[in-house]
């Protein structure tokens, strides 16, 4: 490089210098006024949403009640009770509708939920889970609102098959006894979450 262009050189980087010493100031106090800006925007749309049970209480650490179990193509409608690891109690409680298993997932968050009911005896509040379809809705509310499944599988297990595995995703997972009559098989419903209303938004708060 030339004597010529070793002064251009320094010349530019000279002028740099001198815009940067100039504009930086402007430039960071723009920026820093934009970030403030933002930020205020976004506090001002969280606090004009209203605080949901879920924000107010974070993830649940048992199963909430009073909880209800809905499924229009089978017109089920019955209290999930939750049920216990002591056998006699949770024959006692079954014996009064649907059980939610204790130590599986709590409705609409990650995790296997699992709900058994008796078929035919008691109240029988799973006697037409078979009539199930993929694609059919099951409806879960709690105090926290109202959580939509939809049915994805239907099968007969062994009695032995452990349906209690817990998952990543927030599925359903209902078992009764078959056939009808009978304990050799367990019917099995999985149903993964589709949506969920907050009891905010439920009409009159329900």
Known sequence: MGRKGTVTAVTLSAAVVVALAILGPYLY????????????????????RPLTHDDLLGPPLSFETPAFIRIPAAEIDEEVREG?????????TLSMGPVHLTHTGFPGWPGNCVISGHRT?????????????????????????????????????DPSENVTLQTEEP????????????????????????AFTPVEEMKGGE
């Open 121 to 157: 005896t008691c109240t029988r509040p799973f006697n037409r889970l078979d009539e199930l379809k993929p694609g059919d809705a099951i409806f879960i509310q709690n105090p926290r609102g109202v959580y939509e499944y939809q049915v994805s599988e239907l099968r007969y297990i």
């Open 29 to 48: 106090d723009r920026m820093r006024r934009s970030s403030a800006e933002a930020g205020r925007n976004t506090t001002e749309a969280d606090e004009s």
């Open 171 to 194: 599925i359903l997972t209902l078992t009764t006894c078959a056939p009808e009559g009978d304990a050799t098989l367990r019917l099995v419903v999985r149903a993964a979450l589709k």
């Open 84 to 92: 216990s690891d002591i056998d006699g109690e949770l024959y006692t």
